[in-house]
C-alpha cells in the first residue's frame, strides 16, 4: 500500500475493500486491517477508509458477485468515560497501600535479591522456546540482543550482566520494517505474540491536576495506590516493575490474536478510550514497546529495577 501523502492511497484502499469483499470478510475486519497499515506523512481520517469500504462492499452487492450484502456502515459509538471519576474510583479501592501490599498480593513472591528477579520473570511468563529482546533502548551494533529465553536464563546463571530493558512480547526473530521502512529485528511488525501490553505513568494524570498546575511526575505513592487499586478491580496484570526511577511499570496480559486484533482492543479500546485519558503514558500503545527488566542497577541513580508483583495466570477482564 502507498504511503499517504505521496499520491495513490485513494484508490489502493479501494483496491483493498474491494479484495476483503470478495474474500467475503466482514467490513469490520477490513477496517480493522486497513486502519492497521495505513502509514504516511497525511492523517487518514477513519471516515475516509469507511467510504472506501462502503463503496466496494454496496457496489459488489448491487452487481451480485456472490458477495452478501451488509448493511451500511454504522459506526459503533462507545460512550465517553469519566477519567476523573474512574481513576478516583481505583485510588480509593487502592487505600493506603504500601510497595509491601503490593509484593504480599503477588502469587509469585519476588526473591529479595534483585539480581535474580529476571530469572524469576522469565521462567514464570514465558516458555523456553520464546525468543525475547533483552537490551539496550538504543543498538550500537556491537551485540546481538534477541535470543531463546532458555539462553538468556543459561547466560544469567553464569553470571552475565543482566541488560537494562525487555520487551514483554516474543519475537519471531526474523526482520521486519519500522514506520520509517528501515530493517529491525524488535519492531511492530516483528513481535509474534501480542501477549502484554506496558502501562505506565511518567506524569502526574492531567485530571487530577488544576490547569495551572505544572506538568510534574506522579509521585510513586500514588502509583502504587493506582496499581493496587487495579489488582482489587480484576485487572490481569501479569508483573509489576520498579522502574528505578520514578514510575512503576504495569505489564496487562491482553493475548491479542494478531497485530489487527491489538490496534482495535489495545491501541483504540484499551488505551485510546481508558488509559489515556485517565494519564497512563499513550506511547506505550504499540506491541514492541520496551518495559525495565528487573535485575538492573541504574547507574544514574543507583537503584535495582524491581519486580514487585509476578502472576504466570492473572485472571480478570482482558
Known sequence: MPHSGGGGLHTALLGMANLGALAGLPREQVFADLRANVQGTRRVSDAEIRQAINKAFDERGQLGHGVRHEPQWQAVVRPPIDARKMLNAILHRGGDAQEGDLVARSPVKPTENPDCQNDQLLLGLYGQDDQLFIGERYDNGETFTLQLVSAWLRDSLAGAYAPPHVCPNPMTGKLGLTKSGKPSLRCDACVKDHRFC?????????????????????????????????????????????????????????????????????????????????????????????????????????????????????????
Request: aromatic letters at 10%; proline letters at 8%.
Open 198 to 318: 506496558v502501562v505506565e505513568f511518567d506524569a502526574k494524570p492531567a485530571v487530577l491536576r488544576e490547569p495551572t498546575e505544572p506538568l510534574e511526575p506522579w509521585a510513586r505513592e500514588e502509583q502504587i495506590r493506582f496499581w493496587a487499586g487495579a489488582l482489587a478491580f480484576g485487572w490481569p496484570i501479569a508483573a509489576l516493575i520498579d522502574s528505578g526511577g520514578k514510575s512503576i511499570h504495569g505489564w496487562i496480559q491482553v493475548n491479542a490474536k494478531d497485530a489487527s486484533d491489538w490496534n482495535v482492543r489495545v491501541r483504540g479500546e484499551l488505551f485510546d478510550r481508558f488509559l489515556v485519558p485517565m494519564g497512563a503514558d499513550g506511547n506505550c500503545c504499540n506491541p514492541s514497546r520496551l518495559s525495565r527488566l528487573p535485575g538492573h542497577q541504574r547507574s544514574e541513580t543507583g537503584r535495582w529495577q524491581r519486580l514487585l508483583y509476578l502472576n504466570p495466570q492473572p485472571e480478570g477482564r482482558s
